[in-house]
């Protein structure tokens, strides 16, 4: 029953407080709030790392349970080597040189140049390459899926034709009026639709924010059990 | 007894313009995008009002101004990020404003990329780190940046290397003008994520702009400047740098040509190539309805 | 004397601010308490198509691939990450139902231990609890990074593609590669520079503040139930100072200052 309390109950009052702190801190201009707003925030960035930890223990609890449960031989190594067991390989490296680096005098990684050089050449690259490839999958869905199948579709890739023209700097240079379309429509369409929806979710927000300080919405603690 | 002909459609010129090898299109676009990286071609960057606009948010400030940079940038993004803040630091420099930076770790771990860049204008205008501008590490999203602009001390007293703000003239003086906010002319972001955009406006401008006429700008990605327009055209922004674009015209405007030129460039050409695929996808699937291709084999 | 004190303490500018939450408040709790939540919703086809769309995994005995975009518990997209969370339980209700294999890829880790929870309630609740803990390690991936996600999408072939939430630039290539493959997308979130990319690429999309309005729709509880009425009259709300504001601004500055004064006030 106690635990049952401090599972479900103690976090909602917990939400509805703070809620109303930074509520009433919005309106009033007490520093008294404005204090405790603070303290919340720099609560929140060190309750930040330790969910951080947290899901990395988590993480390797789950990954180390997998690779004794499948790996049972070579096979099965070469089966889960690229994903949980370099995972944990990179892991504990990571781990490691960030260790290393607090032991130097807990300067930031970027002060150290064996972290430097792994991090440029190896993080940098990979990460970049990796964001990079949503360039082609871009364009393999626009060359395959924009196609004017109907009077709805029509209108899609009217825009869609002006406005890639638009964002293409030698082409608004060459064609006439293509500068001013363009900035018609993004100006007066694309500004009105985007308002709407942003109302719309703004709106959302708000009606997501009272349901979570009233503890309607209580997704983020698990299913309840009525 | 003879097999009944099979009506077998005849693969015209339509379909195979609707199917194109989707990796020929990959080729040419690497291979466009490879060769003007190794020789630009110097295309035409025509200069749109926002990019006026966002020159002159920073040009019309008076030297001694305070600047305060957010980067929010990934690895990803930095072919098109890096060059819009090397142009931001160095119109900075150029107006001798004091500067602060603020970041969490990526973007400082790419910083000194953009150091060794700007480091000969820090040197030509004798910028002193720490009087003159200053590095922040302070992570946190938007409740930070409410605390930050009340009052950084409250936040952070050391920089990211770790030097306590008491030895550091810039935050000292900072601190002797009252609230941090006193301290701020012109807030300058970049970022690849949305919230930041809707974060700022209210943490700068909804709080500040009336009380101390305090100026928002930001380089966003050049999907995400519909979503940002609104707030621009209200006013709520006084400009936004459009991508890689922004960051071309932006380099333009301030007369110093650097890696977003190139970036446009290829581009240019890249977009170029996939409008012409897909001009020829729509082409094909249109004539292919209009036209009948369906030829009986074999005879009765 | 107290009404000086009051004067000077309440920030200028925010007068109207209070008054509409006031009265959202209000409303919620109008239609939560007084009306008991008795208010007609309109099917939101993209949930029942959900429906739909699971058993057709079941006849292929294909998986499912259901997660929630790269948001956090812990920063601005919270309440997206929730309503994604609301859809990944009822999403593992009917795969536990239909004993069709669920597959959520985690893109944040702070999320990892909320979805676990939320899965192993919806299978408990089908009775299908030891089903989840023996697959654990299986139905719940860490996929920090989009090739992760097309990578796993490639391997496991799904008749039906979920992606509900606060999404970034994965959602492009997830729903790209899916679509590739013949399975069902089915996609929804609240950021709008995302929201055209889902809507030109899914089967079924949920636009901006419908994934909030989903939890109502799935739970139908009064009190969910309620709120979306009173959201549904803020946006008329908007909707009627909006027009007056267009209408007062053609007519003249003198006209529209009173309308601007207020929201100063």
């Known amino acids: 029953m106690a635990m049952r309390i401090v599972r479900r109950q103690v976090p909602l009052v917990l939400t509805f407080l703070t809620g109303m702190i930074y509520v009433s801190e919005w309106f009033v201009r007490e520093t008294v709030l404005t204090d405790m707003t603070t303290g919340i925030a720099n609560f929140i960035q060190t309750a930040t790392v330790f969910v951080f930890l947290f ?45 290393y680096t607090v032991v130097r005098g807990w300067k930031l990684p970027s002060a150290t140049p064996e972290y430097m050089w792994w991090y440029n050449n190896w993080y940098l690259s990979s990460s970049a390459t990796a964001y990079a490839g949503t360039l082609f999958y871009i364009i393999a869905a626009t060359y395959r899926i924009l196609r004017i199948r109907s009077r709805e579709s029509l209108v899609l890739i009217i825009g869609f034709f002006i406005a890639l023209l638009y964002t293409t700097p030698v082409a608004t240079s060459y064609i006439f009026g293509l500068s001013s379309l363009g900035e018609w429509l993004d100006r007066i369409i694309v500004t009105a639709a985007n308002r709407a929806i942003m109302i719309g979710v703004g709106i959302g927000a708000i009606l997501m924010g009272i349901r979570t300080l009233l503890a309607m919405e209580t997704g983020y603690l698990g299913a309840r059990e009525e | 007894m003879a097999e ?62 305070y600047i305060w940079i957010y980067n929010a940038y990934a690895t990803g993004s930095i072919a098109v990020h890096e060059p819009g803040l090397i142009a931001i630091l160095r119109h900075s420099i150029a107006k001798h404003f004091k500067i602060i930076l603020w970041s969490a770790d990526t973007p400082i771990m790419l910083f000194p990329r953009v150091l060794e860049k700007i480091k000969p204008d820090l040197d030509r205008a004798n910028y002193v780190y720490g ?3 200053a590095y922040l590490y302070i992570p946190g999203g938007e409740p930070i940046w409410a605390n930050i602009l009340q009052d950084v001390w409250s936040v952070v007293t050391v920089d990211k290397d770790g030097k306590p703000f008491t030895q550091m003239p810039l935050m000292v003086d900072i601190k002797n003008r009252g609230p941090t906010y006193n301290s701020v002319n012109i807030v300058f972001f970049q970022t690849t994520g949305g919230e930041t955009v809707d974060g700022m406006v209210r943490q700068v401008n909804v709080r500040y702009h009336q009380m101390t006429g305090v100026r928002l700008i930001g380089q ?17 922004m006084d400009g936004i740098m459009n991508g890689g674009v922004g960051a071309a015209e932006y380099e333009l405007l301030l007369g110093r040509p650097g890696a977003a030129l190139k970036v446009t460039d290829m581009l240019s050409l890249a977009q170029l190539i996939v409008l012409a695929y897909w001009a020829v996808g729509n082409v094909g699937f249109f004539m292919k309805r209009y036209s009948r291709a369906s030829v009986p084999k074999g005879g009765g | 004397m107290t009404l000086l004190l009051v004067e000077q303490k309440f920030a200028t500018g925010k007068g109207l601010d209070l ?3 006031v009265i959202i408040w209000a409303l919620v ?26 058993g057709r995994a079941a006849e292929m005995g294909r998986p499912v691939i259901d997660h929630i975009g790269g948001g956090s518990p812990s920063e601005e997209n919270a309440p997206a990450t929730v309503a994604g969370l609301s859809v990944l339980g009822y999403v593992a209700r009917l795969t536990a139902r239909h004993g069709v294999e669920l597959i959520s890829p985690m893109q944040v880790q702070s999320t990892i231990p909320m979805a676990q929870d939320v899965i192993r309630t919806a299978y408990t609740m089908e009775g299908k609890g030891d089903v989840f803990e023996a697959n654990m390690e299986e139905m719940l991936v860490w996929a920090p990074s989009n090739a992760n996600l097309v990578a796993l999408i490639q391997r496991k072939r799904p008749a039906v593609h979920i992606i509900i939430g606060p999404t970034w630039h994965e959602v492009m290539q997830t729903l790209e590669m899916a679509g590739r493959l013949g399975a069902v997308n089915i996609g929804g ?3 709008v520079i995302q929201i055209p990319i889902v809507c030109a690429v899914c089967d079924m999309s949920l636009i901006g503040e419908e994934i909030f309005a989903v939890g109502a729709y799935l739970s139908k509880t009064k009190s969910m139930v309620g709120s979306l009425a009173a959201e549904d009259w803020c946006k008329i709300a908007t909707m009627f100072f909006s027009i007056l504001g267009i209408v007062l601004a053609t007519l003249g500055p003198s006209f529209v200052k009173p309308l601007t004064d207020l929201f100063l006030w």
């Open chain 2, 220 to 236: 966003i990605l050049e999907i995400m400047v519909p979503a940002a327009r609104p707030y621009y055209n209200a006013g709520n």
């Open chain 1, 55 to 99: 899901s990395t223990i988590n993480l390797t609890v789950i990954h180390v349970a997998r690779i004794r449960r499948q790996l049972r031989g070579p096979k099965q190594l070469r089966e889960i080597f690229l994903s949980s067991f370099l995972l944990a390989m990179i892991y504990i490296v990571g781990i490691v040189s960030a260790y």
């Open chain 3, 29 to 54: 709790l109008y239609y939560i308490y007084l009306k008991k939540g008795e208010v007609w919703i309109r099917r939101l086809p993209a949930l029942d198509f959900i429906d739909e769309s699971i």
């Open chain 3, 19 to 21: 008054i509409a939450l």
């Open chain 3, 189 to 191: 979130t609240n950021r």
């Open chain 2, 131 to 133: 009087k003159d501008w």
């Open chain 2, 4 to 65: 009944k002909p099979e009506l077998k459609e005849k693969k015209t010129i339509w379909d195979k313009l609707q199917d194109l090898p989707v990796s020929s299109l990959f080729i040419l676009v690497i291979l466009s995008m490879s060769i003007i990286y190794v020789y630009p071609i110097g295309l035409p960057v025509p200069i749109t009002q926002m990019a006026k606009d966002t020159f002159n948010a920073l040009n019309t400030l008076p030297s001694g101004s």
